[in-house]
């Protein structure tokens, strides 16, 4: 398995055989809804600091974002021979991925959760680096770059559009089965 990691969605993985599957967004309820877009308010004067209601439904989110994040891991406990995954820096994100990451549990997910319990399944994780692996074509030869919109990347060489995570997936997949070849550990 190769995983790309983020918020929207917190874990898009795709299989050597060619599956995929990725974690569910946290669909709130339409009364809920409202109250997040009411906290959610891009002008911080008119958004209170602390109130129950948004730590009610910032731990009714987190909750939701933790299930998934634990859904995926057990699958991955289940069928996973070995796990590629990005080694994110989080000190190079910006705007508020690393708030947001954290909220939702993700960098509990990757820098803990994931390796301990693949680990007490004897399943490797092996970590590469992320640079480009969401503007590079994963089909193509020599790695050209693409463009990314979103969640849609277009190659410049052959013309290809394609999910952006799903190419993200292959181009993790490839440099960890690059690494594991290097260092002698292939699966």
């Known amino acids: 398995f190769a995983l790309d990691l983020g918020a929207h969605p917190l874990v898009y993985a795709c299989t050597a055989d060619d599956e995929q599957f990725v974690t569910a967004d946290c669909t709130l309820p339409t009364g809920l809804r409202g109250l997040r877009r009411q906290f959610d308010d891009p002008d911080p004067e008119r958004v209170p600091k602390r109130v129950p209601e948004r730590d ?30 990005e080694d994110l820096t989080y000190a190079e994100m910006f705007g508020q991925f690393v708030a947001q990451a954290r909220r939702y549990g993700v960098i509990d ?11 007490a399944c004897g399943i490797p994780l092996e970590k590469v680096d992320p640079s480009g692996t969401s503007q590079r074509c994963a ?3 020599g790695q050209p770059y693409g463009y990314r919109h979103g969640d849609r990347f277009t190659c410049h060489c052959c013309g290809r559009t394609m999910n952006a995570h799903w190419n993200a997936c292959w181009n993790i997949m490839r440099l960890g089965r690059e690494k594991a070849q290097r260092w002698g550990t292939a699966v």
């Open 56 to 85: 009610l439904l910032d731990q009714i989110v987190t909750a939701w974002h933790r299930r998934e994040l634990q859904r995926v891991t057990d699958r991955l406990c289940r069928e996973a021979s070995i796990v590629y995954a």
């Open 109 to 119: 997910f990757h820098e803990s959760w994931l390796h301990n319990r693949l680990q």
């Open 139 to 141: 089909r193509c030869t």
